[in-house]
């Protein structure tokens, strides 16, 4: 039995709750985060029970439960190509292309995640990753300083790079190899408080971009925050004071919602942390912290261009410092956005998870597609929304610059280079709507057949 295979899922659900005991080892203030959402929810469910399915509510509330992001930063191709190969061990593959730089952010990034639903259902454990682009660094000198440090730092050990190959070649890892790739994989995302740069470079980095010396300087990609999923986050903002804990000033994403679409995003501030560097100096560096997500309803593009739409017009028209101004312009200016699940399905705003309701059964006359609208209005066949996996990049460029700083830095306003991510990746990435659309083609597949 000891050779048996064991599933990538139960890989990454091993994975992500030992990360989860590192991080709250290295960011007490993390814990207290964990408890704050655990007991907001507890309080949200109380006051509603029906917020979950009855067919669906033990795998939703532990889904809830195990629910986490985390993020990671990258310095060059050769570690995103690893890391790559790292995250498939787990089931997790990469999803979406997301551009910072337009936000004064020199990176560009994907979220590795599980993609079929089932996997979603067991642990939907995923990681934001950035590449660094080096090629926004205006200054050449800083730029090839940056590289020369970056291609000198190995971020794997031996080890794990064993167990990456023999997952490859066997198709898997057994229960004891597994136990052995989580040890060993946490190594790369463990704090390392000593630098690998001496104070001046250190500060050149820092100068130039909060973000750059956050990459460059250390011995490897800390995990920089991770993300409890909360089903009021707008309860935990106004909380988190009380228990010691400073939040960022406005949650990011869309306004608060009957229905909700999305994602929403906050977090505390940063740490500041004391680093010693190679010259025996010590300083101060900020980056690690703790966010919250809730997560809402997957948009179809269209549903995704008037959301865009809508949230360009807000920022157009100025944005509040505290988050209750701001919840309130926003919420006005989504007003155009339907929130009723009746009005998102019509207007194909949204993607829905169509089922029988328990106990109806179709007519033999009504087995077809073409009658879908009149067994909804019978309620013969109900619809609910499926949950939004993925991220939002003007929502990330807020977290992370209200982490690293208010100020861009010196780095130019890059353009959007899929082509070049994909390069260092290694493979193409998965466009997240039709992972949305093959998930709703197959509840309808479930009812209606092929």
Known sequence: MSNVLISPDEIRDRFSKAMSQMYQQEVPQYGTLLQIVKETNAAYLNRHPNTFTADLEVSERNRLDVERHGAIRLGTAAELATMKDLFAVMGMSPVGYYDLSAAGVPVHSTAFRPVDEASLLLNPFRVFTSL???????NADLRDTARRILEQREIFSPRVRELIEQAQQAGGLTTNQADDFVSEALKTFRWHSEAQVNLETYN???????????????????INHLTPRTLDIDHVQRIMPDYGITPKEVIEGPPRRQVPILLRQTSFKALSEQIRFTDD??????????EIEQRG???TPKGRALYDQLLLAASASGN?????????????AF????DDKEALRAKQLGYFRYRLTPGATIPEHN?????????????????EPIVYEDFLPVSAAGIFQ?????DKGAVSSGNPNQAAFEAALGRAVINEFSLYAAIEEASLQSIFGD
């Open 132 to 138: 660094l682009r080096l090629e926004l660094i205006d």
């Open 204 to 222: 050149a980095l820092l100068a130039h971009h909060r973000l750059i010396a956050d990459v460059v300087c250390f011995k490897g990609p800390h």
């Open 281 to 290: 100096e010590t300083g101060k560096h900020t980056a690690r912290f703790g």
């Open 297 to 299: 309803l997957a948009l």
């Open 320 to 332: 509040a410092q505290d988050n209750d101004s701001h919840q309130r312009h926003i919420e006005a």
């Open 335 to 338: 007003a155009d956005f339907p």
């Open 367 to 383: 087995v077809s597609r073409d009658n879908l609208e009149d067994l909804i209005h019978a309620r013969v066949v109900t619809f």
């Open 402 to 406: 209200s982490n690293l700083g208010s």
